[in-house]
């Protein structure tokens, strides 16, 4: 059951046009907006206003296959939520950036200022790339192995937390009358030589409002749940089921414990995709008619990214054929791979109902029902032992966020489960996350 006062964290995870992926043609979707930066900056007002804590942008390195069927554009991260910082005030900023295909110190250096900017609102959700595509933007000849990009991550951290701490918090003196700007005893070179990187640093930047961006994390598999254990601060997730989500609260939770961390500064945030009606067959209709708009193509292109099997020619009505899923694949060690290998194992579906299964979120959990249904099965979850609170992701945008805000968060707050106004300012602050020490801080009060 949950701790008295334990309140929900609530981000709105913003895809264009909406998570499900023929959203875009849908009557009540906006299309045309996917490049209009007040577009978003509308939709982060209005989360802002209803009290979220964060906004999230997914983003990859690379031109998604499927976008000749589906909204896949996409704005670089940190540009765009720096827009967005520019007219909101409280809300967290979260933006997605690679640790294989981007330089750590000029990650470090655009998630400082991100938060200065911000007034201390930034998040960085850090992932190793899984789409082999990328590799070939960047030079390289061959996308790493997944092992190799997770050993590649742990590295990249330790680099970005130590150019985020290489200023202590006092080295800014600006002392008008001694004349003295900084107090270069309190800036630190880093001098990291690694197997992957060599950065002497420091960054030329204070150390910023929340003494690090929040560290998000977003992997399931077995290294990137030993990885988010370790270094995580809010985990993004993907589960269908109750028990599949408590099963890896508990394991994260315990993880985090073993190496010395306090649970409740790891907070689990699964995906909600829910189609919200007046009724719950409103509700079901609502998914059928969004459901009807998908092309099978674009599904099936998806559904050979997450297992590497190729359903082109198989009857989409006809039983799913299970025997081509393999495990020891290439593809296995992915979670999202065992995600959908669950799903035809306990459903048995056939092909087209696999793919309108993940057509709504890729894998995320969608729930079809009125407001208090969704808002029943946010307690429930909450309550289980299976949520810190959600990423919720709107089907479709605006429509789809604007009836969960105006019709579910009013319920969940009359039952005192999610906050009526801020009381902090900083991402951290909505979290319940601890202000970090800079570890060189730490270091001079221990040799004092």
Do not use: C
């Amino acid at each position: 059951m949950s701790q008295p006062g334990r309140q929900l964290a609530l981000n709105l995870f913003i895809y264009p046009g909406g998570h499900h992926e023929a959203a875009w043609r849908y009557a009540a979707s906006e299309p045309h907006r996917v490049l209009d930066i007040t577009y978003y900056q509308e939709l982060a007002r209005r989360a802002e206003a209803a009290a979220l804590d964060a906004i999230f942008f997914a983003d990859g390195p690379s031109l998604p296959e499927n976008i000749r069927y589906a909204s896949r554009v996409r704005f670089e991260p940190v540009t765009w939520l720096t827009a967005i910082a520019a007219v909101t005030s409280r809300i967290g900023l979260i933006g997605t950036a690679s640790t294989t295909y981007t330089d750590p110190y000029n990650l470090a250096r655009l998630f400082a200022s991100l938060d200065h900017i911000s007034n201390g609102r930034a998040g960085w959700n850090i992932v190793t790339t899984s789409d082999a595509a990328a590799a070939q933007n960047f030079g390289l000849p061959e996308h790493p192995p997944h092992a190799d990009r997770y050993e590649q991550a742990r590295e990249f951290l330790d680099v970005v937390t130590k150019l985020w701490d290489s200023w202590e918090d006092d080295a800014l003196v600006a002392d008008r009358e001694s004349g003295l700007f900084t107090d270069t005893d309190r800036i630190h070179r880093i001098d990291h030589v690694g197997r992957h990187y060599r950065v002497r640093g420091p960054l030329p930047v204070p150390r910023s409002p929340q003494g690090r961006p929040v560290y998000v994390q977003a992997g399931s598999s077995e290294d990137g749940r030993s990885f988010a254990a370790r270094h995580a601060e809010a985990i993004f997730t993907a589960h269908q089921t109750l028990p599949s989500a408590q099963a890896f609260y508990a394991d994260i939770k315990a993880r985090g414990a073993a190496l010395g961390r306090r649970p409740e500064h790891i907070r689990i945030l699964p995906g909600l995709s829910p189609f919200i009606g007046s009724t719950q067959a409103e509700a079901d209709r609502l998914e059928e008619e969004i459901n009807d708009l998908i092309q099978p193509a674009v599904s099936l292109e998806q559904l050979r990214r997450i297992l590497g099997i190729d359903f082109s020619g198989y009857d989409l009505d006809g039983p799913f054929p299970r025997h081509l899923i393999d495990p020891s694949g290439p593809h296995g060690a992915a979670s999202r791979f065992q995600l959908v290998a669950d799903i035809v194992e306990r459903e048995r579906p056939t092909l087209r109902g696999l793919i309108r299964r993940l057509a709504g979120a890729r894998g995320h959990w969608v729930l079809a029902g009125t407001p208090v249904r969704i808002a029943d099965a946010i307690q429930t979850w909450f309550e289980s032992g299976a949520a810190d609170g959600f990423n919720v992701m709107p089907p479709w945008l605006t429509g789809g966020f604007d009836v969960f805000v105006a019709e579910v968060v009013p319920i969940l707050r009359r039952r005192g489960l999610f906050r009526t106004a801020y009381a902090g300012t900083t991402l951290r602050d909505h979290y319940g996350l601890p202000r970090p020490e800079s570890g060189y801080a730490v270091a001079r009060r221990r040799s004092a």
